[in-house]
């Protein structure tokens, strides 16, 4: 008979076969003895200061990794703030593993102290959850849950486990593989259509290929490079899709839609083939697809079938994962020319911004240019949300390294913990986080996470005094009637870092720039301020 263990240790043990390094959580006495077994590993465990964060930071660390990544979070308020990040995970596919704490199993429908139904309120933007009722069939969960998290459509996955389910004595093996007779994602493309779309693009005048997020999900990023030289396709992307490729590359066009550039979307415009590789096609990126569909051919390739379709018609749907498609696709595909068409592209009217900023003010656009340039080819970009988004996406020149960002949920206060999970999880890289001032101040408290664990990440802050964003559409839509917009009464950012011991620079003309670009050159944690016009605009 073979010697019975805690589930909170099989738990630990899960983890462990799952080649998981490292956590991200905030405890309380419902996951207790969970922490306590991890106490006894050589996992790490860092403490965030916000729940929400530790699903931030598992979410950037799950994107450079890619692998599913785990935050922990207790019953009741620790389980519900959970919830944003959750579904700023759904939002853009990415594969964390939840695990909460719950209240003992007789006490769930109680109403007990700190308990919540975590799986239900979860339910609408969650790949799947369970709430564990028999502490033997914990290490079958940790598997189908890990399974789902990275396979198909990635996404969050959440476990909740009652405190006296994490006390229970069972006898433990972990799976070697999960077994799921309902679940079974479309890898391969199916081969007519792989064919459809070879004969379309050799037939096209004017293709072009828009690459998504979904190309990074499928670490594919090689193979969508090759695939846009062998067919020599100019190529745009998605928000989610940038850093697929170089700024500098000679076929990338930039990013589409109402915040993209006048290239991109004219190219989008007049191709004859639209080639959508690995992207949902969001609002924001094509926000009439009626007028796209008129004149010209959609070829759409996605893993998700319940995507081709939705937002926009696909002349030529091609289900499967991108990697794999792509592969079938240049197993076949003839070497073709399209410098007639790329030449066009670049002849189109480039977007250019010749306003002088204030005196003590500091453009944000060619500021991010500029900082593109000081910061090493393999630094990877976690922008927030809000104008800072914006500016990012259009100006900062990305290298080698990833863009990260919150795309589909749009939710503020992600960059600076996801900046530290990303950096946890390439500690030899750059990390960037990117905010604006009311972003930041949703999230500053992760400064003490990244002093406490070594992440040394770099935080620019792009300070207007507002909420930019919104205060540009009630100027514009409402009459220019600013209400709960003014940011005032913020700390100085830069006393701010100071007291986590971090060192700082405020950027108002270019003595105090090349000052802020010597200090991001250093091996440590920084704050940099960047003073902007209050009324400064997104584009």
Known sequence: MAEKIKVSEAMVECLKAEGIKVVFGYPGAAICPFY?????????????????????????????????????????????????????????????????????????????????????????????????????????????AFYIAGSGRPGPVLIDVPMDVQNEMIEFSYPKSAVIRSYKPTSKGNALQVKRVIKEIKDAKKPLLCV????????????????????????????????????????????????????????????????????????????????????????????????????????????GDVKTVVLQILKDAPKLSHSDW?????????????????????????????????????????????????WTATHYKMKKGRFLTSGGMGTMGYAVPAAIGAKLADEKSEVLAICGDGSFQMSFMELATAVQHGADIKVIVMKNNYLGMVREVQDKAYGGRLIAVSLEGSPDFIKLAAAYGINGVSVNDEKSMTEAFELLKKNTPCVIECVVDDFESTL
């Open 36 to 144: 306590d077994e991890l106490y006894k590993s050589n996992i790490k465990s860092v403490l965030v200061r916000h729940e929400v964060n530790g699903g931030h930071a598992a979410n950037g660390y799950a994107r450079i990794s890619g692998k599913p990544a785990v935050c922990i979070a207790t019953s009741g308020p620790g389980a519900t703030n959970l919830l944003t990040a959750i579904a700023t995970a759904y939002a853009d596919s990415i594969p964390i593993v939840c695990i909460t704490g719950q209240v003992n199993s007789e006490q769930i429908g109680s109403d007990a102290f700190q308990e919540a139904d975590i799986t239900g309120s979860a339910a609408p933007f969650i790949k799947h959850t369970y709430l564990v009722k028999d502490g033997s069939m914990i290490g079958r969960i940790f598997k189908e």
């Open 212 to 319: 998504g997020g979904g190309v990074f999900l499928s670490n594919a990023k090689k193979e969508v490079r090759e695939l846009s030289e062998r067919f020599d396709l100019p190529v745009v992307s998605t928000m989610m899709g940038i850093s697929v490729f170089e700024s500098d590359d000679e076929r990338f066009f930039g990013m589409l839609g109402m915040h993209g550039s006048k290239t991109a979307n004219r190219a989008v415009s007049e191709c004859d083939v639209l080639l959508l590789v690995g992207a949902r096609v969001g609002d924001r990126a094509i926000s009439n697809p009626a007028i796209i569909e008129k004149n010209k051919r959609i070829i759409h390739i996605d893993i998700d079938p319940a995507e081709i379709g939705k937002n926009i018609t696909a002349d030529i749907p091609l289900v």
């Open 342 to 390: 790329i030449s066009e592209i670049k002849g189109f009217d480039k977007q250019s911004d010749n306003k002088k900023s204030k005196e003590g003010k500091i453009d944000p656009k060619e500021f991010l240019s500029r900082l593109s340039e000081v910061m090493g080819e393999n630094t990877h970009v976690v922008a927030d949300v809000g104008q800072n988004q914006i």
